[in-house]
């Protein structure tokens, strides 16, 4: 039996609805904070100074920067800006993507951060590293020695071009969550130890 209740129930009921699911669709699976879009006070910023364009997978070091620079950003600037909104970094994701068309990608890595930087100013990296050595000889990248054709299966070339994206994840010395991203590119190719010195 239909009553006059039942339209005003439902009328009432869709709002509900309808926000319950722009709630779960809003909800981003990893936040980079650049445009604000959580409650922190600050996002981060980062810029990679002095890159090296390539890198020998077979020289034996990690993948690392001289400099890089986080900046941390007030999303509502504040003359009196306190250390409370101060930015500690707890650790770094490296991921990578392919850029030649190949689909296989160097493994996602994950690094202590260990530095703090000041609301509303920046903090210089110096050396820190983006690729470990042992992750320059696993695949795909294992596929560029000699010894195991020298070449990328996929492309069929003797380099295999990425993207990295570097997400920061930390906090602010008040208990806030605090995130920020960039990306760089990087060619990684196969040279001898005497090649990549100049020698013969």
């Known amino acids: ?9 439902k009328y009432r009921f869709l709002p509900l609805v309808l926000l319950a699911a722009v709630a779960l669709l809003g909800i981003p699976a990893c936040s980079t904070n650049t445009q604000g879009d959580d409650a922190s006070p600050v996002f981060l910023v980062v810029n ?3 890159l090296p364009p390539s890198k020998n997978v077979a020289d034996g070091t990690g993948l690392q920067f001289e400099t890089a620079t986080l900046r941390s950003v007030l999303k509502i600037p504040a003359t009196d800006s306190t250390q409370f909104l101060d930015t500690k970094v ?10 030649d068309g190949g689909s296989a990608a ?3 890595e994950v690094f202590a951060g260990n530095i703090v930087v000041p609301a509303g100013s920046s903090s210089t990296l110096s050396n820190y ?15 560029l020695f000699p010894f195991n ?25 008040s208990g806030q969550p605090v995130t920020g991203s960039g990306n760089f590119g990087m060619i990684f190719y196969y040279a001898t130890p005497a090649a990549a010195r100049g020698g013969k």
Not at 1 to 9: F, G, I, N, S, V
Not at 158 to 171: D, K, L, N, Q, Y
């Open 90 to 99: 707890d650790d770094y994701v490296v991921s990578w993507q392919r850029l």
């Open 1 to 9: 039996m239909r009553t006059d209740l039942e339209p005003k129930m």
């Open 149 to 173: 054709g020298g070449i990328d299966r996929e492309t069929g070339k003797s380099e295999i071009r990425c993207r990295a994206t570097v997400t920061f994840r930390g906090h602010t010395l």
């Open 106 to 108: 160097p493994k996602t």
């Open 129 to 143: 590293i983006f690729m470990t050595a042992g992750a320059l000889q696993d695949p795909p990248l294992n596929q």
């Open 48 to 50: 990679f100074d002095q």
